[in-house]
């Protein structure tokens, strides 16, 4: 058999194209596949952390909170009994909670209200003698007029659970990803009115 007849015959076998089309489609079928297990158990954990936040926030809404979880401070139950929830569907992971009270819902995220502007520009002047409301007690003007912590009766805390961990299956070896994944859930809500909530002092600047 010539040298050509063999080239023809190879050139009309198809044996084993099959294996080669595979391949072609392989790499691009594990990237969707490990992708979209990455989209389902980031969402399943963000649900998990965000129940287990309002759950626990409405715990720490009345007086004496009780948690069955260890902990020195509330804060630590708090992340404690998130923990319980969320901890066995992030191998490796760490959840941190943190706490603002504020004095009304309207505050959160905005500075202390403004009780006298001098020069009615919005802001304030310490140098004009304008005054704010001290809802944190710190004696200074904040441009959050939240306090860590729970608050006081009636107080409204804002609370952010956020819970780190590395990525259960390997989307950031095939994505501009990083190798860490990390989710945030928030909520606010407003504590019993277990006792009088204090009425913030009036402070005013040096005018």
Avoid: K
């Amino acid at each position: 058999m010539t040298t050509r007849a063999v080239l023809g015959r190879l050139a009309r076998d198809s044996r084993g194209a099959t294996i080669v089309e595979f391949a072609l489609v392989l790499a691009p079928m594990c990237l969707i596949i490990i992708g979209g297990m990455n989209v389902a158990h980031q969402s399943y954990v963000r649900t998990l952390l965000q129940g287990a936040l309002n759950e626990a926030a409405r715990d720490a809404a009345v007086q004496n909170p009780r948690f069955a979880t260890p902990g020195t401070t509330l804060e630590d139950r708090i992340e404690a009994r998130i923990g319980q929830i969320v901890g066995p569907t992030i191998p490796g992971g760490a959840i941190t909670v943190t706490q603002q009270s504020y004095f009304d819902f309207s505050q959160i995220g905005n500075p202390e209200p403004l009780m006298r502007d001098i020069n009615e520009n919005g802001r304030f002047d310490r140098a004009d003698g304008d005054c704010w409301q001290d809802t944190n007690g710190n004696g200074e003007f904040d441009t959050d007029a939240g306090a860590a912590g729970r608050g006081n009766a009636n107080d409204v805390v804002f609370y952010t659970a956020t819970a780190a961990a590395p990525r259960l299956f390997p989307a950031h070896a095939f994505l501009p990803i990083s190798r860490e994944m990390r989710l945030e859930a928030q909520t606010a809500v407003r504590n019993q009115p277990y006792g009088t909530q204090p009425t913030p002092p009036v402070l005013c600047g040096e005018g």
